[in-house]
T-cell receptor, first 117, second 116 residues
Framework: AQTVTQSQPEMSVQEAETVTLSCTYDTSENNYYLFWYKQPPSRQMILVIRQEAYKQQNATENRFSVNFQKAAKSFSLKISDSQLGDTAMYFCAFTNGMKTSYDKVIFGPGTSLSVIP | GAVVSQHPSRVICKSGTSVKIECRSLDFQATTMFWYRQFPKQSLMLMATSNEGSKATYEQGVEKDKFLINHASLTLSTLTVTSAHPEDSSFYIC????????????FGEGSRLTVL
């Protein structure tokens, strides 16, 4: 069974600094998608970044980037120049790729990130 | 990006009554929608997969008769919590995707249910 693990329940970072959130997953699939979702205090889930497993290049979205290590099944999120608005729960998520029908998205337990002024 | 709207955002009801939560895809058709339950400071727990025109697929441990799901059109899925009790109080979130291939989900705003 596929699982997603986030070993850091809570983290904090000073404003303008850089922080890295960890995520590991377990799957026997070769093609799949990985995501980082953000859930701010408003509770609205927002996609931060997406990585396709068959792409070796790490995904980047402005201040957000990932370190995707397929062999190690690791998918960490780096937030640069942290801003107060980055304060949120961050969920790592996984789903099978190469699909023709909808499949479950499996979420990790989450990391609560606090950005300190 | 795709927009999913969920209503109501907050609902308070008396024990024993039923509550309906709506989830709409506003700018795309969604043959499949997902319903999650989230407890405070916890992750999203998938309750069921809602399929347009057919019965929902429930996750193990989720009571089908307690949580009724109807997906009558390509843009609307509803979750009805029947005979609600205080232990059903929670945050419920729906999601959908315009395409099956990438797995990217778009989420509704969520609904906070409080059962007195």
């Amino acid at each position: 069974a596929q699982t997603v693990t986030q070993s850091q329940p809570e983290m904090s970072v000073q404003e303008a600094e850089t922080v890295t959130l960890s995520c590991t997953y377990d799957t026997s699939e070769n093609n799949y998608y990985l995501f980082w979702y953000k859930q701010p205090p408003s509770r609205q889930m927002i996609l931060v970044i997406r990585q396709e497993a068959y792409k070796q290049q790490n995904a980047t979205e402005n201040r957000f980037s990932v370190n995707f290590q397929k062999a190690a099944k690791s998918f960490s999120l780096k937030i640069s120049d942290s801003q107060l608005g980055d304060t949120a729960m961050y969920f790592c998520a996984f789903t099978n790729g190469m699909k023709t029908s909808y499949d479950k998205v499996i979420f990790g337990p989450g990391t609560s990130l606090s950005v300190i002024p | 990006g795709a927009v999913v709207s969920q209503h109501p955002s907050r609902v308070i009801c008396k024990s024993g009554t039923s509550v309906k939560i709506e989830c709409r895809s506003l700018d795309f058709q969604a043959t499949t929608m997902f319903w999650y339950r989230q407890f405070p400071k916890q992750s999203l727990m998938l309750m069921a997969t809602s399929n347009e025109g057919s019965k929902a697929t429930y996750e193990q441990g989720v009571e089908k008769d307690k949580f009724l799901i109807n997906h009558a059109s390509l843009t609307l899925s509803t979750l009805t919590v029947t005979s609600a009790h205080p232990e059903d109080s929670s945050f419920y979130i729906c999601s959908a995707s315009p395409t099956a291939t990438t797995g990217e989900l778009f989420f509704g705003e969520g609904s906070r249910l409080t059962v007195l």
